[in-house]
């Protein structure tokens, strides 16, 4: 079964410094991983996914993240954080392989940034 | 072009009672997931419909069922409500069941008392 471990339920950081937000998965599988952001009252809107290729990825908003296959991670980071940015963020891990594409998400991180 | 839509957007039932929550995919996508997010929790993964036919289901009670029609809308129903299933309800969909992403919509907040 997969999972998604999430280290640190609230983050904060200062306006301008990098953000590190990190995940962890455990995948009996080859995993398509994924980060998501929710922003207050609404649904979840995709940052960035890795499936096969590339382990560095790019995303929306200036985040990216590093798959890690010997480390089963998949951090998330930006360089310099803005207000805006200020959200929950989860990650989530799809099983390669199988007929079904459900998402696993961890338990998020809420990220706070001070001015 | 419109995401993903859902209605509607907040519900409040007692215990016991029956709710039906919909959910519009974007346009020329065929499957759609539902997932439940309980305050201060990641989403949990409900049902999954493809062409009209469930791919997937979660560990979730006989309560919970769900379909979905020609056009490719999905309703979630949830029988005999308990006070834990207060949650929000997303809804996401994708053009299939491979690698592509799913796109959430704003979700059903239902609140049972």
């Known amino acids: 079964a997969q999972s998604v471990t999430q280290l640190g339920s609230h983050v904060s950081v200062s306006e301008g410094a990098l953000v590190l937000l990190r995940c962890n998965y455990s995948s009996s599988v080859p995993p398509y991983l994924f980060w998501y952001v929710q922003y207050p009252n609404q649904g979840l809107q995709l940052l960035l996914k890795y499936t096969t290729g590339a382990t560095l990825v790019k995303g929306i908003n200036g985040f990216e993240a590093e798959f890690k296959k010997s480390e089963t991670s998949f951090h998330l980071t930006k360089p310099s954080a803005h207000m805006s940015d200020a959200a929950e963020y989860f990650c989530?891990?799809?099983?390669?392989?199988?007929?079904?594409?459900?998402?696993?998400f961890g338990s998020g991180t809420r990220l706070q940034v001070q001015p | 072009d419109a995401g993903v839509t859902q209605s509607p957007t907040h519900l409040i039932k007692t215990r016991g009672q029956h709710v039906t929550l919909r959910c519009s995919p974007i346009s020329g996508h065929k499957s759609v997931s539902w997932y439940q997010q309980v305050l201060g929790q990641g989403p949990q993964f409900i049902f999954q419909y493809y062409e009209k036919e469930e791919r997937g289901r979660g560990n979730f009670p006989d309560r919970f069922s769900a379909r979905q029609f020609p056009n490719y809308s999905s309703e979630l129903n949830v029988n005999a409500l308990l006070l834990g299933d207060s949650a929000l309800y997303l809804c996401?969909?994708?053009f299939g069941t491979g690698t592509e992403t799913q796109y959430f919509g704003p979700g059903t907040r239902l609140l049972v008392l």
């Open positions: 989530a891990v799809s099983e390669v392989n199988t007929g079904r594409r459900a998402l696993t």
């Open positions: 996401a969909s994708s």
